[in-house]
């Protein structure tokens, strides 16, 4: 069959399994859809699990009540894509639909592999391929993985899902179907990666579009998919053998020192890679996971072939259908279900477009500063490679640039506008003025310029101010002086640092014991009395950037809340393993009130690499970033202003706590690191 | 409340001529009086709780509180589920021992 018709099949197969889940009903009941509205509200309520979503919305097409389909996990699987009730809160009519998890894995799941389908196959495959016991060991053996998470994080789907049940016996038939649900997914991947697997990452940035997080579980289809490429990598002996040695070494620590408590993470917008227990059985299986996803990435990168008109096409059409997508998800509340379904959202889609709601992207992103970056990313990938003629401009992008442009601008992202605007210019100046005297002379004055209003900034705000703003906001958010009313502990506090007095400030009411380690850390070195002329505090610096930057509240909360014991902080306490940080040291949050239940992140992908991997972690991390940079060998330098946009945006971003983000950033360097003769 | 007529009607039939509904509201005390002429009728609610009703404002108090004359059976799903991937796996494996033996 000919490509064509071939996608043409595929995108029929696409439609059915997304459309006829949610129109299967029993035409023959009596039970009919209505027009949502007040009178409605009981019929719906007692009309549970027989009036299916396409049903509602055949009766509901012209209906401007204001309407949101929600999606309920927890009921079984009679009533997947059926309505299983109806409430009127705040004015707003929610329609809940049953989206049962394992239903949307093994759903969900047969999507994404049919879109990989999509793709056409570039390798030659000899159809004896794989041996059968092989494909059957690795399928089974991921699955095992897979379904033992059910296990680890317990409390997580024990809310999720109503057939949850944790028995060892062969009747236990949700935890055999989960399995069985892995054991096919794999299967399916065993057939498709053969003969795609060395292009696969050049369609790897539709991972923002298709955000991968199964409804209702805790993980997400690209994890699947780069286990499956790392338990492969490691049975073909492709692996990197010190990498792997220092995770393994990592490794033994983690499971050595693990403090299991009861904390319990619901995993809110991080879903789908985050670890949601704190016990030693979720530590192994994030441990493993991580593990394998290392090795997928290695596995992908020794075998891909790098096409940077793929890139291209991948990169542009993925950020417009973001767009796209978003805005019609906003203002069509069936398409903002079918969004969080078919992308696999961690959380919903925005349901407005005021300035607030309508500029995270919310759904497609879980943060403002992640899609910001995103769309900022693509603009500068055009710029360096269309300048450099690596790529061509289609009339396709000159529609679709400006569409990312406007995804940029509701981003709000002013720290990913400004990065675009300087990697832009230091590229110009560096490949395109050729005489160095002029190009050294604009550099100067470029950075002379920047430093002179550097300075102008500094002067509008005193020293003390900078240099103890972020010990000031960290005290805030302490329990120190747990008076009732906040703005008198605020007046505490502030006293002891107008007299700069924090010695007795941590002395009275047992504060130092309330203080977290790393804020006792901070202030250590703040006052300590070793003090280099001219050379300013690395308290006061932290501080100055984090006022700059706009982070002083964000980053208080993280060093208010983060005591690690010494072991955590220098190896951290293990990937993704973050409710430890989020519940363990009390804290008393000096926020609005509606706020406190909010989850703080953050916002830093440098405080997110500490409390995963420690201070030794983030030294190997860098240094190995840090090497590619460095390295003469490697070929690919316009990619390095990329990979320099990207760190210098994570550095007041969670966005490495994302796989889409991550999986970017690995995309990167292997453009930069894959020799010329690689490219396609 | 036209609505709520329709559905009182189409799971308890029409409601009899000179029948006074009375205002039972949440009062535990109230007893249905049994009407002889009225078919009893078994209501189920989500949870599948059952429940017979003998008469006419018995069955519409029920329905008006979400009971139906439908059984919603708890359909054991996890068994589909473990049915459905069996196939699909055991598809899989016969057409590639298919394929092998073909390609030999």
Redesign the interface.
């Known amino acids: 069959m000919k490509q064509r018709n071939k996608n043409l099949v595929l995108i029929v197969l696409i439609a059915s399994v997304l459309i006829l889940p949610f129109s299967v009903s029993d035409k023959d009941?009596?039970?009919e859809p209505?027009f949502v509205q007040d009178?409605?509200i009981?019929?719906y309520?007692?009309?549970?699990?027989?009036i299916s979503f396409a049903e509602v919305l055949s009766k509901n097409i012209n209906n401007t009540n204001n309407l949101y389909f929600n999606n309920n996990a927890y009921p079984?699987?009679?009533c997947f894509g059926k309505v299983t009730g109806l409430d009127k809160v705040n004015n707003v009519l929610i329609v809940s639909i049953g989206t049962?998890p394992?239903?949307n894995l093994?759903l969900q799941s047969v999507l994404y592999i049919l879109i990989i389908l999509l793709i056409k196959p570039r390798q030659r495959v000899?159809?004896?391929g794989e041996s059968?016991f092989i494909?059957t060991f690795r399928s089974g053996l991921l699955s095992l993985l897979f379904t033992f998470q059910h296990l680890s994080e317990a409390r997580f789907y024990e809310r999720t899902n109503?057939?949850f049940l944790t028995t060892s016996s062969f009747n236990n038939?949700?935890l055999?179907?989960i399995f069985?649900?892995y054991?096919?997914i794999f299967?399916?991947l065993t057939e498709l990666s053969n003969s795609r697997e060395s292009v696969l990452l050049n369609y790897s940035p539709y991972a923002f579009l298709f955000v991968g997080t199964f409804v209702g579980t805790n993980i997400n289809f690209y994890i699947l998919i780069l286990c499956f490429f790392g338990l492969k990598g490691l049975l073909m002996k492709k692996y990197n053998s010190y990498i792997n040695m220092i995770y393994g070494f990592f490794s033994v620590i983690w499971i050595t020192f693990n403090y299991s408590s009861d904390n319990f993470f619901d995993a809110d917008k991080l879903r789908g890679f985050i670890n949601s227990a704190n016990n030693d059985a979720s530590l192994y299986f994030w441990i493993v996971t991580f593990y394998l996803l290392m090795n997928g990435f290695y596995y992908l990168y020794t075998i891909c072939d790098i096409d940077l008109e793929k890139i291209k096409q991948s990169l542009i059409f993925s950020g417009t259908g973001v767009v796209i997508f978003g805005l019609l998800g906003a203002a069509y509340p069936p398409l903002n279900f079918i969004n969080f379904f078919l992308f696999g959202q961690n959380k919903r889609g925005m349901r407005e477009l005021t300035s607030i709601a309508g500029n995270t992207w919310r759904g497609f992103s879980a943060s403002a500063e992640t899609i910001g970056e995103f769309f900022a990313f693509i603009i500068l990938f055009y710029v360096i490679f269309y300048l450099n003629k690596n790529i061509t401009l289609t009339k396709a992008d000159y529609f679709m640039l400006p569409i990312v442009g406007y995804g940029l601008f509701r981003s709000n992202n002013f720290a990913a506008v400004s990065a675009l605007v300087i990697f832009t210019i230091i590229f110009v100046f560096n490949t395109k003025i050729n005489n160095p005297k002029y190009r050294k002379l604009l550099f100067r004055s470029m950075i002379f310029s920047s430093a002179t209003l550097a300075i102008f900034y500094v002067m509008s705000f005193n020293y003390e101010f900078l240099s103890t703003g972020l010990l000031f906001e960290i005290s805030l958010h302490s329990n120190f002086f747990t008076n009732s009313d906040n703005y008198i502990n605020f007046l505490n506090i502030e006293k002891y640092f107008n007299e700069k007095d924090l010695g007795t400030l941590l002395f009275l009411e047992d504060n130092f014991s309330k203080a977290s380690s790393s804020y006792l850390f901070l202030v250590n070195l703040f006052t300590t009395e070793i003090n280099i002329p001219l050379i300013p505090n690395v308290v006061a610096v932290i501080s100055m950037i984090s006022i700059f930057i706009n982070r002083t509240e964000m980053w208080g909360i993280f060093f208010a809340k983060y005591s690690p014991t010494i072991g955590e902080s220098l190896f951290g306490s293990g990937p993704l393993q973050m409710s430890d940080y989020l519940y363990r040291h009390p804290v008393r949050l000096d926020v609005p009130s509606e706020k406190l239940q909010s989850l703080f992140l953050p916002h830093s992908s440098i405080f997110d690499i500490l409390i995963f991997y420690g201070l030794i972690g983030l030294v190997i991390l860098s240094f190995f970033t840090f090497r590619i940079f460095y390295k003469s060998e490697y070929i690919g330098n316009d990619a390095k202003y990329l990979l320099g946009f990207l760190i210098i945006n994570i550095f007041k971003s969670d966005s490495l706590l994302y796989i889409s983000s991550i999986i970017l950033f690995f995309l990167i360097i292997s453009i930069i690191t894959k020799k010329k003769k690689e490219y396609v | 409340?036209?609505?709520?007529s329709n559905?009182i009607e189409?799971q308890c039939g029409v409601q009899p001529a000179n029948i006074e509904i009375p205002d039972i509201g949440n009062d535990p005390n109230f007893v249905f009086v049994n009407d002889p002429s009225f078919t009893s009728l078994n209501l189920y609610d989500?949870d599948g709780n059952s429940v017979i009703v003998n008469s006419w404002i018995e069955c519409s108090h029920y329905?008006?509180?979400?009971?139906?004359t439908?059984l919603?059976?708890?359909?054991?799903?996890?068994?589909?589920?473990?049915f459905?991937?069996?196939s699909?796996?055991l598809f899989?494996?016969i057409s590639?021992?298919f394929?092998?033996k073909?390609?030999q």
């Open positions: 009941d009596y039970r209505k009178s409605s009981g019929y309520q007692s009309t549970t699990c027989g079984g699987t009679e049962n394992s239903i093994l000899s159809p004896l059968l494909i109503k057939y038939y949700y055999i179907g069985l649900i054991f096919f299967l399916a | 409340m036209e609505n709520n559905e189409k989500i329905v008006k509180g979400g009971w139906t439908i919603n059976q708890n359909i054991p799903g996890d068994k589909y589920i473990v459905i991937c069996s699909l796996i899989y494996y590639k021992i394929k092998i073909a390609s």
